[in-house]
């Protein structure tokens, strides 16, 4: 080494990992995100009677501009002034949705200017939008009038009939609300930290059933009595405490009173939006390409005990995944992010087993049941599509195949090379699962905020990307998890993964976080069926977690198992969490060639 080489070198050595990260090149995962387009007309809302801070419902008004742009085709930017717009739908259904629904438009610029939405709809979101192209959404807060969930604290706890009686707050919505009753409305709850606005109680499971509304007992309008199913309260010394004072929540949380939903779209932009409530989750992507959020915020308004009823993006069989920058999320009750796939099942093959048909598998109330559509949805698969066949009794790799040939109509499809299968089932579903690697891919997660959320802060089943300079604080479970759930089910393993930067505090709270095979702050494994574990060591590849800082954690700051290929290095890890047997800071098990570095 020369003399103008080690100096370099003593200088990189000297400077903070950051600074050496800073000339990464992002592009080689996805290209950059959409953030301005270019249109040829405006649409204002207030040229439809959108009157803002009138008090007034501006939903028909709203849906007069939307339907314009609709009748455009595109290539128009909608614009909202500055104030407050109150929503209503005036042909309310119980069963709850979208506002609005735009399609099969291109080049369109929905833009906020400090502009609110004051929602009067519990079970209802803002906007669908299908088969759309260059669409940017920008600048807008969100809120409810009436909360879709209540805050309670726990006024008594009766062991015997397994109950709890509620003592709701003042500003909190009634528990005999018709909201929790309306169609698609499953309710349930959690107790929460005494002090931390969204942080689940520490130790405690993050989900209790207690039946239906009907089921539930007024006492008084400010007490209800409710009745827990499927677990016991205080069941042993070990089971997690209820206890008078704690603050509890119940959701009216429903499946499609989305935020902001898309089908099939590419190029589509959200940014700099503020959220404060929602009836499920704030964003949600399926069969999309290049989906990106930018700046959003879901946060936790002052006085209030949590924020929004479910995830805040949650995207499912997107072929190039999203870009997720600066964004700052708080107290949602489900994972922070979630990227994933859901499988094929082979419905029969040839002897050379290069020969199959394929389908889905419906999950009705009766169980798992076959069928195989006329038509697959048009983006599916494609001709060179990889496709990984996992043996879900065992959470193992089978092999990966190209697709050479394949039929829509009727499902069938050649691959370039044999996988062998077994056409059985376990517990009423098919053992073989099929995932298309051309799905869940090409990410980007960089300088975001998770605080004080239930279960994941990234449930991660996507490849080829980076996760980057985020700070994950009071997540109930792990704060990155990467798995698959052969049960749901959903996948796939992941693949060329980095995981640098980043910083956790305080996670990995609650019951279940320690009951599972085996937890980290951040963790990489596989599961088979019945959420077993899997021996196998192939099925993560090129996984690397570098240059990461870990305070406060427990169980292990990092877990790795069934992967093939990988870097876990310069890694800080600092002080434990005093909480029941903590194993080892960094486990590397049933693993290959995964280079370990202090």
């Known amino acids: 080494m020369n003399n103008t080489t080690a100096t370099l070198a003593l200088f990189a050595a000297l400077l903070p990992a950051s600074f050496l990260f800073a000339s990464y090149d992002y592009t080689k995962h996805r290209p950059l995100p959409l953030t301005e387009v270019k249109t040829s007309s405006v649409i204002k809302v207030s040229d439809y009677g959108a009157i803002p801070d009138d008090g007034g419902n501006d939903f028909d008004a709203i849906s007069k501009a939307f339907a314009q742009a609709q009748k455009s085709g595109g290539n128009c930017k909608i614009v909202f002034d500055a104030g407050t717009y109150d929503i209503k739908h005036t042909k309310f259904d119980e069963k709850g949705g979208t506002f609005w629904h735009l399609k099969d438009l291109e080049n369109v610029h929905i833009q906020g200017n400090n502009t609110k939405f004051l929602v009067h709809d519990t079970n209802y979101g803002i906007l669908t939008t299908s088969k759309c192209k260059n669409f ?215 002897e050379s087993f290069t020969k199959m048909k394929i389908g889905r598998a419906i999950y009705t109330e009766d169980g798992w049941r076959k ?31 190209k697709v050479v040939s394949f039929d829509r109509d009727s499902g069938e499809l050649v691959l370039d090379s044999p996988i062998k299968v077994e056409l059985v089932e376990s517990r009423g579903k098919p053992v073989v699962q099929v995932y298309n690697e051309a799905f869940s891919r090409d990410f980007v997660v960089k300088n975001n905020t998770f605080k004080n959320s239930r279960r994941y802060g990234l449930y991660w089943k996507a490849s080829n990307g980076i996760i980057e300079g985020n700070y994950f604080e009071g997540i109930s479970n792990c704060a990155i998890s990467l798995h698959n759930d052969a049960d749901a089910p959903n996948g796939p393993f992941c693949s060329d993964v980095t995981i640098i930067n980043n910083t956790f505090k305080d996670n990995g709270l609650e019951k279940n976080y320690m009951n599972y095979h085996g937890s980290g702050v951040i963790s990489v494994k596989a599961r088979s069926l019945q959420h077993g574990e899997s021996n196998a060591t192939d099925c993560y590849k090129n996984i690397v977690i570098k240059d990461n800082n870990f305070i406060n954690w427990c169980e292990r700051a990092i877990l790795v198992k069934n992967t093939i290929g990988g870097i876990v290095k310069g890694n800080k890890i600092g002080d434990i969490m005093p909480r029941g047997t903590n194993k080892e800071d960094i486990e590397v098990t049933n693993s290959i060639n995964v280079d370990i570095n202090y």
């Not at 107290?331 to 859901?342: L, N």
Request: charged share 25%.
């Open 371 to 401: 069928q195989i559509p006329e038509k697959l949805r048009e983006d599916d698969i494609r001709l060179g599509d990889t496709l990984l066949f996992m043996e879900s009794r065992l959470g193992s790799v089978l092999g990966r195949a």
């Open 136 to 350: 940017l959404i920008e600048n807008f807060e969100i809120d409810y009038s009436k909360i879709p969930w209540a805050e309670a604290t726990i006024d008594s706890v009766d062991k015997d009939t397994n109950s709890l009686v509620l003592k709701l707050r003042d500003s909190s919505p009634r528990l005999d609300d018709p909201m929790f009753a309306y169609k698609g409305v499953h309710p349930w709850g959690a107790p929460l930290d005494p002090n931390i606005a969204g942080r689940y109680k520490f130790d405690h499971y993050n989900c209790w059933f207690f039946g239906s509304q009907k089921d539930w007992v007024k006492i008084d309008d400010s007490k209800y009595k409710i009745t827990i199913t499927g677990r016991k309260i205080h069941e042993n010394p070990g089971s997690p405490k209820f206890e008078v004072g704690d603050r509890f929540f119940v959701l009216a949380r429903n499946d499609v009173g989305v935020l902001y939903v898309s089908f099939n779209c590419q190029d589509m932009t959200h940014k700099n939006i503020i959220s404060y409530a929602a009836p499920t989750a704030h964003y949600v992507g399926h069969f999309c390409e290049r989906m990106n959020y930018i700046g959003c915020k879901a946060l936790i308004k002052d006085g209030r005990w949590k924020g929004g009823n479910a995830d805040f993006i949650h995207l499912q069989q997107n072929r190039v995944g999203p870009w997720i920058e600066d964004c700052h999320v708080e107290g949602v009750c489900d994972d922070s992010m979630v990227v994933y796939t859901r499988p094929f099942f082979i419905y029969d093959t040839d």
